[in-house]
């Protein structure tokens, strides 16, 4: 018995200093609005292979979201380039936005990704499916939440987990209940995100499904706070610390902090009810520049947990790293 289940303590995660991570990707520039993040990771044991997707920005003036990669590497540090997409494999779409890498029970591989829809300014959710990383095919792509569902103004950075042979779907999104009934859609989209504006407020909700390409929207779950967080929530990873799941989640306050979101922690027990630990202020940033520190994603192997993180660099660019987090 630990001396913690001695003082009954149970599932308390021991966190991570963001300032003790490696650097994996260099961002593609040396200033503010370029970032290499937006990560996810899983690593595949039958491999023993770490793949890790990451999307590469520049400023709005220069190109916006761009590209988006995939790496692979053996040790979880030392990664090489196997597959690479351009925005316009997507319909020609203004930027590419968050996604999430799983690999299903039957063996095969999805990217879950979020790009703009180039019709209306929102953005489509889709999913990509390959026998290998390398494989996907942005052409094949099969449409899970268009841009006009789920009463929302904006449906983005998916997060999935697959628990208990349930997929679980985390959106950001930005439902219309939250926003002024006389806004237009040039006031809510004129700039191609809606969480850039005074009016759009990005909250998290959950969608459920049993084979991973149909889903029932079960609303919202992580609305935002009062404080730091009250303008946007959204879910970067789930890591299970026995008995429940620690969430780590981005928030921003104000449209000052658009892109540069900082990391806050909650806990739930059944993926419906969340519990924030970080009410006053974010557990999570960078003591560099803005502070952003956002879009985490964990991965345990063995007894390690790999956390990937995009992280504000005194420059103001964004890097990609990796921090290791041993469990105890």
Known sequence: MSQSE????????????????????????????????????????????????????????????????ILESTDGFEFKEIWKADKAEFDNSESIEGASLIKTPEGLYRLYISYINTTNRKWDLAMLEADHPSNFDPSRK?????????????????YIALIG???????????????????????????????????????????????GTEFTFQGEVIPPGNGWDKKLTRVDTIIYTPPCFTVLYSGRSDISETYEDRTGIAITMDMRNFYKLSEDSPALSSPHSTGALRYAD???????????????????????????????
């Open 6 to 69: 001695g003082l009954k303590q149970w599932g308390i995660w021991s966190g991570f200093n963001p300032e003790e991570g490696m650097t994996i990707v260099e961002p593609p520039g040396n200033s503010q609005g370029f970032w290499s993040g937006g990560c996810s990771a899983i690593y595949d044991a039958h491999h023993q292979k770490f793949f890790l997707f990451y999307r590469s920005r520049k400023p709005i003036t220069e190109g916006r979201g761009g590209t988006c990669h």
């Open 142 to 158: 099969k449409l899970i939440y268009g841009s006009d569902e789920l009463d929302s103004e904006g449906i983005k950075d998916p």
């Open 165 to 211: 042979g349930i997929y679980y779907l985390f959106i950001h999104y930005a439902p219309k209940e939250l926003l002024p009934p006389n806004a237009t859609h040039n006031d809510l989209h004129g700039t191609g995100n809606i969480f850039a504006t005074d009016l759009g407020i990005g909250t998290t909700g959950l969608a459920i499904s049993s084979n």
């Open 298 to 328: 964990a991965v345990t192997v063995d007894d390690r947990l790999f956390i990937y993180y995009e992280y504000a660099r005194p420059d103001a660019s964004h890097e990609l790293r990796v921090n290791i987090v041993p469990i105890t």
